[in-house]
């Protein structure tokens, strides 16, 4: 087998060579990836810096071990790291890279994900879920075994489930109805979240999300896990459902399992497309996002400019409501050209709403303004601009 080396944050690592990207590669590696596993990298160093105690690592995913070495050489004040993969082949091109890189404190094992979990329950401060697909399968023996007060980094790349091009797989593994919309992504997000809201719960626990994202083919969210039946039972009071009516654009939140949902609109009557369970509490922890930029500043990373574009951009929208507008969809239900979005964004917030852009969408808008409010203002604008011109 033919390999090459690749540098990566502050690793050297040996890959095999394969022409495609593919879970059906010899050995694991993705370099699409590396942003991703450059947030991962701020958001483990930021969460360390805030405990009193070194930390140990999960990565139940390992591949070629990137992670694992990164997570060792990038983080201070890990402890220990276990590197797991089913395939004998990257276990053993891991356990050559951790060697690569003279790291002594990880430990690569031929293992099942959900076996090295089960089998090191409340061992690990940090699980890392990363698998070539859905976590679905992964969840609750991560929520089941993974420490109190522990972080937990899922990703999901099943988004044309999440995201309902594909209904019934949705159904399927999450348990959840999906709902093809302008901001599809972020109730996927918000379907992945409810999902691990529902196996914590099982265990007495609940999750505090830290951040999460939606990034090219990818879906990610980092959450603290704290325990408590009875703050695990307010926090089930985030799951709920969305109605989303396709005719005005109009969206109505319904918390709750099994909550009374109407059928129709109340703005024009149109029938309602229903989306959930999922979840409808805060996606982003605006302080430690906060941190977690300056924490970025003050590493080498190669991504660093689109990440900290994307953890600004979250940053301007986490205190914002649930869902966004698209200026392009609302335009094109008013039958008219999009105005320049940024004068549409000084008119908001001339009038004292909440308004941000969204990295889920360039052209989303997330506002607190009403929606019929926020339609006769773009027709405003546009008509301010045609006088102009007149």
């Given at each position: ?44 160093n ?9 930390i ?10 990137i992670r694992g ?18 395939n ?67 990703s ?7 995201c ?31 999902s691990?809201?529902?196996n914590?719960?099982?265990n007495?626990?609940y ?20 325990r408590?039946?009875k ?41 309602y ?14 302080e430690?996002?906060?941190?977690m ?13 689109e ?15 649930v ?7 609302i335009?094109k ?5 999009s ?14 709403y909440?308004i ?6 360039l ?25 102009v011109?007149?």
């Amino acid at each position: 087998m033919d390999t090459h080396i690749i540098e990566e944050g502050l690793v050297k690592i040996e890959v095999p060579d394969f022409e495609k990207v593919s879970a059906r590669a010899p050995v694991f590696y993705n370099p699409v990836m590396e942003m991703n596993r450059d947030i991962s990298v701020v958001v483990i160093n930021q969460y360390r810096k805030e405990l009193d105690h070194d930390i140990s690592i999960c990565d139940a995913f390992g591949g070629t071990g990137i992670r694992g070495a990164r997570y060792s050489k990038e983080i201070p004040g890990v402890e220990s790291v276990v590197v797991g993969d089913v395939n004998p082949l990257a276990v053993e091109i891991a356990k050559k890279n951790m060697e690569l890189n003279g790291i002594s404190n990880v430990d690569v094992q031929k293992n099942d994900a959900n076996i090295l979990l089960q089998s090191n329950k409340g061992l690990f401060d940090v699980v890392d879920i990363d698998p070539f697909g859905t976590p679905a399968m992964f969840i609750q023996s991560t929520a089941a075994n993974i420490r109190p007060g522990g972080l937990i980094c899922i990703s999901a790349t099943d988004t044309s489930a999440l995201c309902g091009t594909y209904h019934d797989p949705c159904l399927r593994k999450y348990g959840a109805e999906p709902q093809k919309t302008e901001y599809c992504h972020e109730n996927g997000i918000r379907i992945l979240a409810a999902s691990i809201a529902r196996n914590l719960a099982v265990n007495q626990k609940y999750l505090h999300i830290l951040f999460s994202h939606s990034t090219e083919h990818y879906m990610r969210i980092y959450a603290i896990v704290k325990r408590g039946g009875k703050a695990t039972n307010e926090s089930l009071d985030n799951i709920g459902f969305i109605a989303h009516c396709p005719n005005c654009l109009h969206r109505e939140l319904i918390h709750g399992y099994s909550p009374a949902i109407p059928d129709c609109c109340p703005t024009c009557g149109g029938k309602y497309d229903v989306a959930g369970p999922l979840w409808l509490g805060p996606l982003w922890d605006k302080e430690f996002l906060a941190n977690m930029i300056e924490t970025a500043e003050n590493l080498e990373l190669n991504k660093k400019d689109e990440l900290l574009k994307l953890f600004n951009s979250c940053y301007e929208e986490a205190e914002g409501p649930v869902t966004f507008y698209d200026i392009h969809k609302i335009c094109k239900k008013l039958k008219i050209s999009s105005p320049k979005i940024n004068d549409v964004i000084d008119e908001i917030r001339n009038r004292g709403y909440f308004i941000s852009r969204t990295h889920f969408k360039l052209t989303g808008l997330r506002t607190n303004m009403p929606l019929d409010e926020l339609k006769q203002l773009i027709l405003d604008i546009k008509e301010e601009k045609l006088g102009v011109e007149a």
